[in-house]
């Protein structure tokens, strides 16, 4: 049985102190919710505190991204083995990684393996723009993301990792994919195309979440769906409405 994930990504909001505060805040809450795994991504420099505030709860930490060297002149970045001495997640491949700083395919399949030989469980992030999608490339554009992400990576090791749809032209825009027209690319492009590559017992495993702009009004519908597994929330992580978000989801 998949058990759903429902992580916050809080991208360049809160500071060390804020992070503190919230998580402390919410963390007994969202403890007592049942078939449920959550976790909170806060900037780099807001990790120590968001775990030290979440410490003995239920709610997990993820980074929002990492490099794939183990150290050296890479200025401004943090490596696996900083980001898993807090955190048991690490985003990768975000579409605002790929569109703002270069992220590539190869990056992120690099990036895949040192994550999971540092033991943490990569939230490998997929997804096409507007123009793509008005196109009818969406099947193959994300598809071919999701192949890149996993070149070498062993059959042994896939259970490890979680995916997250994220169609580029949801997020943070308020428009959302239908439930349902989620569901069926997340099916073909994702979920099939892991069973392609690995046999369908593997990719049954595998975790989906869906994100762009998933509201506590609308993750139920998203989560009634037979192949999302979960939700990587922007916004709506960052207030008070996220244990109403997580509550509707895990119901």
């Known amino acids: 049985m998949r058990i759903p994930f429902i992580a916050g990504n809080w991208k360049m909001n809160k500071t060390a102190a804020e992070a503190a505060a919230f998580i402390a805040s919410v963390k007994d809450e969202l403890s007592a919710i049942d078939n449920v795994e959550i976790a909170f991504c806060p900037t780099a420099i807001a990790i120590p505190a968001a775990a030290s505030a979440a410490a003995g709860s239920k709610v997990g930490i993820g980074a929002q991204n990492m490099h794939q060297a183990a150290s050296g002149a890479y200025t401004g970045e943090i490596s696996a083995e900083m980001v898993k001495e807090f955190c048991q997640y690490v985003i990768l491949g975000h579409s605002e990684r790929r569109q703002y700083f270069g992220e590539t395919n190869e990056g992120v399949n690099e990036k895949v393996h040192v994550a999971l030989a540092h033991g943490l469980t990569p939230i490998v992030c997929v997804g096409e723009s507007l123009t793509q999608n008005e196109a009818g490339e969406t099947h193959s554009f ?110």
């Open 142 to 251: 994300v598809s071919e993301q999701v192949k890149a992400a996993l070149v070498g990576i062993s059959a042994e090791a896939m259970p490890k990792l979680i995916f997250a749809y994220e169609p580029i032209w949801a997020i943070g825009t308020g428009r959302s994919a239908t439930a349902e027209s989620a569901n069926a690319i997340i099916k073909s492009c994702v979920r099939d195309t892991i069973a392609a590559l690995y046999g369908s017992a593997i990719s049954e495993q595998i975790r989906i979440q869906y994100g762009g702009s998933v509201k506590p009004h609308n993750i139920a519908d998203y989560m009634a769906q037979p192949d999302i597994d979960g939700a990587l929330v922007g916004g709506a992580s960052l207030t008070p409405a996220f244990v109403e978000l997580v509550r509707n989801g895990a119901a």
